[in-house]
Nanobody, 123 residues
Framework: VQLQASGGGLVQAGGSLRLSCAAS????????MGWFRQAPGKEREFVAS????????YYADSVKGRFTISRDNAKNTVYLQMNSLKPEDTAVYYC?????????????????WGQGTLVTVSS
């Protein structure tokens, strides 16, 4: 599976962005998907995950209520809708595909990674 993330950019605090992650391959629908982010000088952290069917979603406490993860298996794409953005959301955002046995919180549960897309939130 190859993943291509897009949709990042510069936005003012309080604004919105929607990230997309397009996957190649016919097995996309069999993978759980996750979004992670890495801010400058910090470790990569979990943002959100979604089960293969889209029936289960999980969020980091820091984004709960502001971000929404979704997927369209017909389009081999997973999305991250980000609302009420804050300067502390500034980071490179990565999508990942895998078969986590838990909530998909840990990066080593994922086998495939996209290249990342930069989100910058100005104050």
């Amino acid at each position: 599976v190859q993943l291509q993330a897009s949709g990042g950019g510069l936005v003012q605090a309080g604004g919105s962005l929607r990230l997309s992650c397009a996957a190649s391959g016919r097995t996309f629908s069999s993978y759980a998907m996750g979004w992670f982010r890495q801010a400058p000088g910090k470790e990569r952290e979990f943002v959100a995950s979604i089960s293969w069917s889209g029936g289960s979603t999980y969020y980091a406490d820091s984004v709960k209520g502001r971000f929404t993860i979704s997927r369209d298996n017909a389009k081999n794409t997973v999305y991250l809708q980000m609302n009420s953005l804050k300067p502390e959301d500034t980071a490179v955002y990565y999508c990942a595909a895998g078969a986590p046995t838990g909530l998909g919180y840990f990066s080593d549960e994922y086998d495939y990674w996209g290249q990342g897309t930069l989100v910058t939130v100005s104050s």
